[in-house]
């Protein structure tokens, strides 16, 4: 499987292209309102603003990655806590299921994928079919991905490369790992904690439960559920780096907004056209 190797300047790249895009939109729609091209545009502005967001997760990780001091020693201090309080071991739940063939490899699988095409089918689907809960669910992710993003500039080992305890980069050694041998990979291997990965998987979990028709609803905290045993089997996050962006999420989308969401485009699907209106 090749690695995945995402850049912060191919995000902010198509973040730019968005953005002319939705700024001759904007003026094209103002002149002349059609409704296909006010979708476009709204679209435009709504993932401009999420790329942007993508790339500096991926600018502050490429930051992080060069410095490596400390980082192995925040990892076992980490260690050392979740064995203090008893919970459950990372590396035994790994070794059970790297018992199981195949299992392991559908977990590096789910890892590599899930994450950010899940992110990306889930804001497509939320600003399509329920722009009455899009721009609050945009605010707690701009808002919890932030407060993730400040604490990662400090830079903790993931269990998977302290072998110390027993830990095994099993997507590594099965050839499936998006970050390569460390300090090879353009991804941030000492951004542990906290976990954008279950950041982002409470979101959808949340807002899916919240948003989606009665029989679909429960994939949202499937994935959620999926998404957190996998980053802890995978040994790519502890238990407490899962906890404290779980923990993110639940202050921001409790808080009274301070800032009022961008009001979206009334741009949902119709039956009508846009007419102006003469006198």
């Known amino acids: 499987m090749p690695e ?66 400390g980082a192995m020693e925040r990892g076992r201090a980490i260690h050392a806590l979740e ?4 919970l459950p071991s990372e590396r035994w739940m790994q070794s059970v299921v790297d018992t199981v063939p195949g299992l392991m490899g559908a977990a590096n699988a789910f890892y590599a994928f899930a994450h950010l ?12 079919r329920h722009r009455d809960v899009y721009p609050r669910a945009r605010l707690v992710i701009i808002c919890s991905t932030l407060a ?26 099965d050839g499936s790992s998006v970050y390569g041998p460390f300090g090879s990979g353009m ?31 429960v994939i949202g905290p499937l994935h959620t559920v999926l998404t957190v045993l996998v980053v802890v089997v995978t040994a790519n996050h502890w238990w407490l780096d899962g906890v404290v962006a779980a923990g993110f999420v639940v202050l921001v989308a409790a808080a009274p ?23």
Do not use: K
Not at 166 to 171: L, R, S
């Open 187 to 217: 991804a941030n291997q000492l951004g542990a904690m906290p976990s954008v990965h279950v950041c982002w998987a409470v979101i959808v979990g949340w807002y899916v439960w919240r948003a989606a028709p009665r029989p679909w609803r």
């Open 4 to 69: 995945l190797r995402p850049s912060w300047r191919l995000s902010f790249g198509v973040a730019a292209v968005l953005l002319v895009v939705f700024v001759s939109g904007t003026l094209v729609v103002r002149r002349r309102p059609d409704t296909r091209l006010a979708v476009v545009t709204a679209f435009s502005r709504e993932f401009a603003l999420i790329m942007s967001l993508l790339g500096l997760w991926q600018l502050v990780g490429a930051a992080v990655r060069t410095r490596v001091d």
């Open 148 to 173: 993730c993003l400040v604490v990662q500039t400090v830079p903790v080992a993931p269990p998977r490369l302290l072998s110390e305890f027993g830990f095994v980069d099993t997507a590594l050694r």
């Open 117 to 128: 095409n899940g992110m990306a089918i889930f804001v497509l689907w939320l600003w399509w």
């Open 257 to 279: 907004t301070v800032v009022r969401p961008v009001p979206e485009d009334r741009t949902r699907r119709s039956s009508r056209p846009l007419r102006t209106t003469r006198r």
């Open 83 to 86: 064995t203090a309080w008893h």
